[in-house]
């Protein structure tokens, strides 16, 4: 016979605690970016290149977080 312990509905989720620093990392792209534009104004090559590798890497970030979310919800 199997013990309460042992069943699905007896298990305790347990929730992390302290912020979620996933959803922390846009509070640093925010600021990031413009002062890219600001800081490499002089050269521009350097600056294009280095401003969208960030902004792909937030996108990046952004599709992983999301495929996540989606990914969590149908399990």
Aim: proline share 8%; charged share 25%; hydrophobic share 45%.
């Amino acid at each position: 016979m199997a013990s309460p312990s042992d069943s699905a509905e007896s298990q305790v989720i347990r929730r992390r605690k302290g912020p979620a620093f996933e959803y922390l990392v846009p509070l640093v792209y925010a600021p990031v970016l413009p002062l890219i534009r600001i800081a490499l104004r002089h050269k521009p090559v350097l600056r294009d290149r280095l401003f969208y590798g960030v902004l792909a890497g937030a996108f990046a970030h952004g599709t992983y977080l999301v495929t996540d979310l989606y990914d969590a919800e149908s399990k």
